[in-house]
């Protein structure tokens, strides 16, 4: 993010939105993402958003690749009721 835009909650924003519609519209059931470990700010909003680091890799240079992960759940097949039958 460019030093002008940084702290207004934009990046953390646009997650959210990557999270609703890969959610809503993809029906994706996980997001992967992969950062570099310089990348504190952005690292803080992943973790903030709920995605979870399963990989470090070394870089060529210096310092790691990070991969994360969070599971999606589509709400109309989270908002299930029980059917009179099952009870």
Known sequence: THPD??????????????????TVQFHAKKLVLTTSSPQEAAIRIYTRKGFVCTSKKPMPFDGLILEFEKPLHHPLLNNTTPSANSQ
């Open 5 to 22: 835009f940084r702290g207004q909650g934009l990046c953390g924003s646009l997650v959210d939105k990557l999270i609703e519609k890969a």
